[in-house]
């Protein structure tokens, strides 16, 4: 499939935000993640897993180095446990205070953005900036990724600022996407949730670049270092295409073997989904579910 | 002000934790050995065990002998005339575990078993 690119739209984002403050949160949180963050400047960006002790994901997440403070965006579903975890891992004698920040700070992600309009609409310079490294402006937070999909801009804003900051974007030529046109964009792009990658391995989930080797133990660090060494990738991730909608669950498809769907969406009479399949099934172009064909595709890297 | 500042900013703290009493299990090896490494310094000095994050199960223990800190989180054992503290925030996690001493060229040193934890890694410092 060559999905048709949409205009610039805009998404205002669904995610749990915690702030961590004071001068021990970096080394609690690294602990906790995957991922290596104790090496990130000030104003930069990096995604995370936390992930448990069989090294399947519990949760993932975004932390933004905000100057000395930690901004952690991650799942909603999941935040209660991920937060559990950073009060209960913060040692007596570590300075590090986890505060609720769900409904004061928001992130909005403009995709396929035209950067010059960006300057346009909000003053900000940010044409050359990094991927990745925060740009500030205003009482916002602007950030650039560059991805197969093209550039995507986040702009990080105050509960106080949303209306405003969405009000500008409404009146430009940048489409709002409600959470079905999400839904829609993000299997097209294979942009996995926490709903999809929940309980899988990060491999599965095209996830190995949030899984350092090298920082030491954490949380499901052994398994990802036999998977790394000589680990054998059983499931892998895949895009389903049909006119019927598809349902959420596992199914047994006779000749095929199990299929995990974990997101799924019908819109303009076409029905997407995400789905793991097994690896030894993943040369068959096609699925028969529930009395439907639908094509397969295996996603490649993000 | 930037994103995080400006008045009004002000958000609620995490920090319920379940706060049980402490019990705590000694060996004679193990009371023995921390006699020995408090070396007469019983009077000013604690040992600390706390838990926090990390290792492969999920959390690590810590043992420290310091000076009193006099702080109220922490609750009181006494163990053969020497005062452990565990705190408050660790005291569901640490409650019930036993202290052993194992002198032993490789691996040896103080031990802890944990009735709470669902699991622990082979190296004996990582529980969860």
Known sequence: ????????????????????????????????????????????????????????????????????????????????????????????????????????????????????EIVELFGADICDIDSDVLFEKDDHLFVKSETTYGITMDILVKFENLENIVSILRESSLVEMDSNGWENFRIIHGITEICDSLGNLPDEMRLTNLVSNDKGCYPGQEIHARLESRGRKIKCLCRLTGDSPLTLGKQKIPGFGTISISSANFSGGRALALALIKIGNSTSEFIHIEGNNYTIEIMGDP | MGLLGGEGFSLPVVSETEVVDVDLNFTESAIAALKQNMAGDEQSHVLIISAQSGGCSGYLYDMKIIEDPGNDGFQRIDIGGIEVLVHNKDSSMLSGINIDFKETLMGGGFQIVNPNADRACGCGQSFG
């Open chain 1, 1 to 116: 499939m060559s999905p048709s690119l949409p205009k610039s739209e805009f998404f205002i984002r669904n995610e749990a935000n915690t702030l961590i403050q004071g001068p021990d949160s970096l080394n609690v949180l690294d602990r906790i993640v995957s991922t290596k963050i104790n090496d990130m400047p000030d104003l930069s960006r990096r995604n995370v897993l936390f992930c448990d002790y069989n090294g399947r994901i519990c949760d993932v997440g975004t932390i933004y180095t905000i100057t000395g403070n930690l901004l952690i965006s991650s799942s909603n579903s999941q935040k209660e446990v991920t937060r559990r975890k950073l009060v209960d891992g913060t040692s007596w004698d570590e300075e590090c205070e986890i505060l609720v920040a769900d409904e004061a700070l928001f992130r909005i992600s403009i995709f396929h953005t035209d950067l010059e």
